[in-house]
């Protein structure tokens, strides 16, 4: 796992100790910063269910002028904050461990990128669109990434956001939905 461009171009990553992560494949991250790459410069970025914190710090390594990194996991938020120091992007950087749920509810920020990418057998990403939808964290005209296994459906109708694109990748895609 690496930091494909930008500053911290070529950087490797680690990510937490176990099995609870399942990291982005090079080539996924590849297709969907390609997607977005003409909308990170100066962003806020929330990379929500952060992991190893690899899709934020591409965003930050590529332009973002700041990101939030959200985890439950006190192992993800051990390895993001060694990634950060690593790609030396801490300073443009927040990191939270807590629940999706609870970060949430609680938040200020408002963000104009947000990654979904939580664990496959869990419900977690319905949950968060839905209460992304419901409140008021993404600028007009922002972004919500979510990545899902291809076989998993996500809602398309969600209150104030358009399903905009879809992309496919062997078994995983990527939605992108769009502040209206």
């Known amino acids: 796992m690496r930091v494909i461009t930008g500053t911290a171009r070529g950087a490797k990553l680690i990510a937490p100790k176990g099995m609870q992560t399942r990291p982005t494949a090079d080539r996924v991250k590849e297709g969907l910063f390609s997607a977005i790459q003409f909308e990170i410069e100066g962003r806020r970025v929330l990379d929500l269910f952060a992991g190893s914190g690899q899709l ?10 700041y990101a939030v ?12 904050r060694v990634n950060l120091e690593k790609t030396h992007l801490s300073d443009r950087s927040r990191v939270v461990r807590g629940d999706y749920q609870s970060f949430l509810s609680q938040t200020k920020e408002r963000y104009d990128i947000i ?4 664990p496959y057998a869990e419900n977690f990403q319905e949950k968060a669109l ?10 007009q005209g922002g972004i919500i990434i979510c990545e899902k296994p291809r076989e998993k459906e996500i809602p398309d109708d969600l209150p104030g956001l358009i399903m905009q694109k879809e992309y496919r990748y062997g078994k995983v895609t990527l939605w992108l939905y769009r502040k209206v």
């Open 56 to 65: 934020g710090i591409e965003a930050l390594s590529r332009g973002a002028e």
């Open 69 to 80: 990194f959200v985890d439950r996991s006190a192992d993800a938020i051990a390895a993001i």
């Open 130 to 139: 839905k209460c992304i939808s419901e409140i008021d964290i993404l600028r």
């Open 115 to 118: 990654f979904l990418d939580p």
